[in-house]
Every structure is written in structure tokens, then in C-alpha cells.
């Protein structure tokens, strides 16, 4: 029956045709034709029907309003499920290899064991380093991080530092000043010239009971000029007579 | 996503006929979106096209978990035996007047949906992306892997089922 052919159209053409017909793409001759064997043949007219039939009731379904919380879901799912199974899987994991996940891939090398160890060396180095001069990690928590603190904290540092900077200096320079004040009495008070000969007569003395040690060199700080030291190695001289 | 959030959510409806089965394939459809996205290539076709590939895949799957094939047969030997029923006489008269006043109320609306979710799945799918996704046959063909010409074949036996399938419960209703 389809081989047959009625009004130039076979009944095969006329179902291939049948879509186009109803999207109403056809040209004017060949919808004519299509009519005309749809009108003719008792097969294809009723095909031609229902396909309308169908067409309209289908179009007639209004759409249907998603459920409101359904965008929602969506993102708390597409948000949420991967950070629940990395959860999941995180808590699998040893601390050493979370801490590695955490890092950047390129960090991820220095977990190696030999970075590993000279990190470890170093944080016990610094960890002592710093019990020693008597800082206290807990202390950490209670500083301020803001940069108005932080700018604060360095001026009020940088001025501590400086105080006693000075303060170490101007002490200095008061001891040398009262260094040089007792030079200077040490000095004045020294005896004149002319009592050289008691103190010659003292040395003499005194020389057979040291041993023949040199006295001379327990002046040397008190009174360094050059005649003390002339009048020194003359008695040595005589000493050794 | 709130672009295609709607056209998802009817697409899925209207081949399952549950909103809750619509609502989660939906969010199955954007999480699969979510993960494969890196894979989506523009030149194998315009986003919408993949877009209602992978809701169709999803679509499949479903329909074969909820094993609704079984009522899809039992339909076409209901079709058959109603096909012996009404004289081709009757069927050839328009009701396109007694169907458009009907279409008016809601409970008419369920019944095409009905009717809709009972048609054989490969022709559902067809009829949907057709006429109420408004795609075009080449945009079909891609989506269901199948020929162009396929594609028009399966629509228009779909729609005829569909008419047919209404015009006996129209039948039903009026016997009693």
C-alpha cells in the first residue's frame, strides 16, 4: 500500500513529510501535493489527524514552576558534597599527609625527610633560642596584629631601645670623667721632685729582702713619666753591683 | 544556572511526571554539570545541546532503575486493543474544538501529562525536546544519537499516541 502511489506522492513521503507539514516548513506545491494525498488516501489522513491532535494537546502543557528552595539545594549541593567527601577523606589521612595536601604542590617537596629534619632542627633551635630569652609563645595570641598597634609597638620599642642606648653612654662618659678626675688628683697629689733620695734610700732597702725583684714595675700605673723610670733602672744597676 | 534551573526542571517533570523525582534529577543534572564542566568542548555543539544530553543520559538511567517500562507495555497492548475499538471514521473527525475548551482546566493538563508519561520513552523524549523544549531536529538527532529522519518518525508516532491515548480515556470518561 505505501509503494502505491496517489496524487504523485507515495504514502512513505507523505509520513516523512508529516513533521514538516505540521511545523508548516513546506514549500506551497509540495504542501499541496501533501494535502491532496492526505484527503485521498484513507491511511495517511488519519495519521495527518492525530499527529495534529497531538501537537496541540502537547503544546498546550503550561510550564512548570520549579520548587523554590530548588536553586538553593542545587548550589548547597554543588558547594557541599565535594567539601564533605574531602572531609571524609581528609580524616583518613595521617597528619603528615594532610599537611602536605594543604600545601601548594610545589611546597609539597619540602616535606621530603631531609627538608623535614632541618626543619625540625630548626624549630627546636629557635624554640630554645627563644625560652632562653624568656619569651613566651602564649604571649603571641595577646598581641594586637593591627598596623596601627603594630606601628605603635615598633615606635614604642625603637624608643625603649634608644633610652637605654643613651643611658649606657651617658654612664659611660661619667665613669671616663671620673676616671679622669682621679688621674688628675692622683696626679696632684704625686710627691715633689727633690724627695727623690727617701724613696731611693727605701728601694735600697727593701731590695735584699724581695729577693732582688724589681719594685719598680708596681708604680708603672700609678706614675708612668720618664724620670721615675730612669731613676728605676739606675738602682737596678746598683743593685746587680 | 538560574537560566537553565526552569528548562531542566519541566524537562525532567515532563518525562518522569513527579516533581520530586524532577526536583532531584535536576540537582543530579547541575552536580554532573558542576563536575564535567571542564570537559564541555564549544565546538561539538552549542551548550543547551550538551546541557540536554546529559540530562537525557541522567533521564535514561532513571527510567531504568524505576523499571517503567513495564507500564509502557502494558499501555501499548491497551493502545492496541483500543485501536479495535474506535472506527477510523472517529478518529478522522477534528475534536481539535472539544479538546482546546478542555485544556482550559487543569485536571485536562494532568491528563495529557499522564498521557505523556505513559508513551513509550523514546518517543516521549522526542516529543518533549520538540515541542515543549523547542529544540530543532538537527539539535535532537545530536541529543538521542539517532538520524534526523528518525528523530521527525518518532515525534509524530509520539504525538499520535498521545491523541490517541487521550481520545480513550476521553472515551472512558464519557461511558461512565
Known sequence: ?241 | MRVYNRRIYNLCYRFTNSPDDAQDLTQEVFIRLYRTMGSYNLEKGAFTTWLTTLTRNLLVDHFRRSKQDRVTDSMDAGLRDEDDSISLGDRIEDPRPNQDDRLASKETQKMVQLALARISPDLREAVILRDLQDMDYKEIAVVLRVPEGTVKSRINRGRMELARLLSRNKKQASNE
Not at chain 1, 14 to 38: I, N, W, Y
Request: hydrophobic fraction near 35%; charged fraction near 25%; glycine fraction near 6%.
Open chain 1, 1 to 241: 500500500m505505501n509503494k502505491e502511489a496517489k496524487n504523485r506522492m507515495e504514502c512513505s513521503e507523505f509520513e516523512a513529510l508529516l513533521a514538516e507539514a505540521l511545523d508548516d516548513t513546506l514549500t506551497a506545491e509540495k504542501r499541496q501535493v501533501f494535502d491532496a494525498h492526505g484527503q485521498s488516501c484513507e491511511v495517511c489522513g488519519p495519521l495527518y489527524a492525530e499527529a495534529w491532535e497531538g501537537l496541540l494537546l502537547i503544546q498546550k502543557l503550561a510550564e512548570v514552576e520549579p520548587p523554590k528552595n530548588l536553586v538553593h539545594n542545587i548550589l548547597a549541593a554543588t558547594s557541599g558534597k565535594d567539601a564533605v567527601a574531602t572531609k571524609a577523606e581528609v580524616e583518613k589521612l595521617g597528619w603528615l599527609e594532610r599537611l602536605g595536601r594543604s600545601l601548594r604542590p610545589q611546597m609539597a617537596g619540602l616535606l621530603h625527610s631531609r627538608f623535614a629534619a632541618s626543619f625540625a632542627m630548626a624549630f627546636f633551635s629557635l624554640s630554645i633560642t627563644l625560652t632562653l630569652a624568656g619569651v613566651k609563645i602564649s604571649d603571641i595570641k595577646n598581641v594586637d596584629f593591627h598596623p596601627t598597634a603594630l606601628r605603635k609597638s615598633a615606635v614604642l620599642s625603637f624608643t625603649q631601645v634608644e633610652a637605654k642606648v643613651t643611658s649606657y653612654y651617658e654612664n659611660l662618659r661619667l665613669v671616663y670623667q671620673v676616671q679622669a678626675k682621679v688621674r688628675e688628683l692622683k696626679k696632684n697629689t704625686a710627691p715633689a721632685p727633690g724627695t727623690g733620695n727617701e724613696n731611693r734610700q727605701q728601694n735600697r732597702k727593701s731590695v735584699p729582702q724581695d729577693g732582688g725583684r724589681p719594685k719598680q714595675y708596681e708604680n708603672y700605673s700609678q706614675e708612668r713619666d720618664g724620670s721615675l723610670m730612669a731613676e728605676t733602672y739606675t738602682r737596678h744597676e746598683g743593685a746587680q753591683i
